[in-house]
């Protein structure tokens, strides 16, 4: 069935510096990448997307990469701060959201 | 404009209780979905609604969970009767249109001695 595989599953850093999380989709007709901020205790919140016309997508310190030969994407941030903290998913969609399985970023002042 | 709202927000009940979770879309948005987030299993797509209509309801664990959508502005999951094992945070999602930016309720709290 549709899977997608997240890694890390943590991920610390320094503040100031930027994390990169990876994301493998099987679906190859899966045309949405969305990827979603979730703080403790809070609902997911959307923070960027892309749709599978589109090869990188830029949003200030945040940015999303997808290739979709090799069914990857990537979410990077830059000049990380410690609000940055947060689990981070990603999701694969052609109808329906299958979500990776998270990674839990630590930022240290 | 209000997000999509999910009552109750914790709900403690013993075994065998029915328990009835509810949400209200977005107004103007026409599918929604349910999604429980356990630690082990993560974020999982119970069913979904299109225009009121469920369209998919693969991820519904058993026959004692239902989800019904009577209008364009409310839908309930049940479960009946309820099991420890149904322990978990449960979220409601709309959108507007089909692959579109899914939009989370607060969840709901639920837990089963």
């Known amino acids: 069935g549709e899977n997608v595989e997240q890694h890390p599953s943590t991920l610390s850093v320094q503040e100031g510096d930027s994390a990169v999380i990876k994301c493998t989709y099987s679906d190859s007709a899966s045309n949405y990448f969305p990827w979603y901020k979730q703080e403790l205790g809070k609902r997911p919140q959307l923070i960027i997307d892309i749709r599978s016309n589109v090869g990188e997508k830029k949003d200030q310190r945040i940015a999303v990469t997808l290739n979709k030969t090799a069914k990857h994407f990537s979410l990077h941030i830059t000049e990380t701060q410690p609000e940055d903290s947060a689990v981070y998913f990603c999701a694969a969609s052609r109808v329906k959201l299958i979500f990776g399985t998270g990674t839990r970023l630590q930022v240290f002042p | ?113």
């Open chain 2, 1 to 113: 404009d209000a997000g999509v709202i999910q009552s109750p927000r914790h709900e403690v009940t013993e075994m065998g209780q029915e328990v009835t979770l509810r949400c209200k879309p977005i107004s103007g948005h026409d599918y929604l979905f349910w999604y429980r987030q356990t630690m082990m299993r993560g974020l999982e797509l119970l069913i979904y609604f299109n225009n009121n209509v469920p369209i998919d309801d693969s991820g519904m664990p058993e026959d004692r969970f239902s989800a019904k959508m009577p209008n364009a502005s409310f839908s309930t999951l049940k479960i009946q009767p309820s099991e420890p094992r149904d322990s978990a945070v449960y979220f409601c999602a709309s959108s507007w249109g089909g692959n579109q930016p899914q939009h989370f309720g607060d969840g709901t709290r639920l837990s089963i001695l």
